[in-house]
């Protein structure tokens, strides 16, 4: 039997983006592409930073949020500097489990760059509930979360090229933004809800007292 962890679909849903929020962070008005991946190699965090140059090209005020920390944090703000796209990439540190549907809510895209996955990624999971179309890698079962050119796309492993050209594609459509959106919370709230979840293991331990 497999039970998925599951995400809090009551705490994380989609809500209008928070004024402060936006202000603090300087975004207001900007299309927002967010990570919530840690800064660790394994994340693959420079692909996302390699890719903004593409981006801003076709899309100029794009801002990128970085959060979270690691050990690579300063090798990938040395990269933004050396690409010149410091100005629009925000590394915005640690955020709190309580903040993240804020952060969520004021982004357009999320993006994993992750070089390895297992099941689906809480973050990638809480960022589906709140809305938001996934761009993540073509790896392990992102596939059956992310289904490509539906609720969002697949990419190839550190591959910044074909990641650039998803995010433009989704920064420059709106109307299919928020259909993939509304695609991408049905997906978490019928298959990863940590109540229905919950529900299934309860069933499962129930089952094995009635049969001793």
């Not at 981006?55 to 990128?64: I, Q, S, T």
């Not at 259909?179 to 709230?189: E, M, N, P, Q, T």
């Amino acid at each position: 039997e497999i039970i998925y962890f599951g995400i809090d679909t009551k705490r994380f849903f989609p809500a209008p983006p928070e004024d402060k929020l936006l202000d603090i962070l300087k975004v207001k008005g900007h299309p927002i592409v967010i990570s919530l991946r840690s800064l660790d190699v394994i994340y693959g965090i420079e692909t996302l930073i390699k890719a903004v140059p593409k981006v801003l090209n076709k899309v100029p005020d794009a801002k990128f949020l970085i959060c979270g920390r690691g050990p690579e944090e300063e090798n990938l703000k040395r990269l933004a500097h050396s690409l010149g796209v410091n100005e629009n990439v925000i590394f915005v540190g640690f955020v709190p489990n309580d903040m993240l549907p804020a952060y969520l809510n004021i982004a357009d895209v999320y993006v994993s760059t992750s070089l390895s996955d297992a099941g689906i990624a809480a973050s990638t999971a809480e960022a589906m509930a709140c809305g938001l179309p996934a761009i993540v890698t073509d790896f392990g079962e992102n596939s059956k979360w992310v289904l490509d050119g539906q609720n969002g796309f697949l990419f190839p492993l550190s591959n910044a090229d074909v990641l650039a050209e998803k995010l433009i594609f989704v920064l420059k459509n709106k109307k299919w933004r928020e259909k993939a959106g509304y695609l991408s919370r049905k997906i978490i709230v019928e298959n990863n809800d940590y109540e229905k979840e919950m529900l299934k293991m309860e069933k499962l331990y129930q089952e094995v007292i009635h049969k001793r």
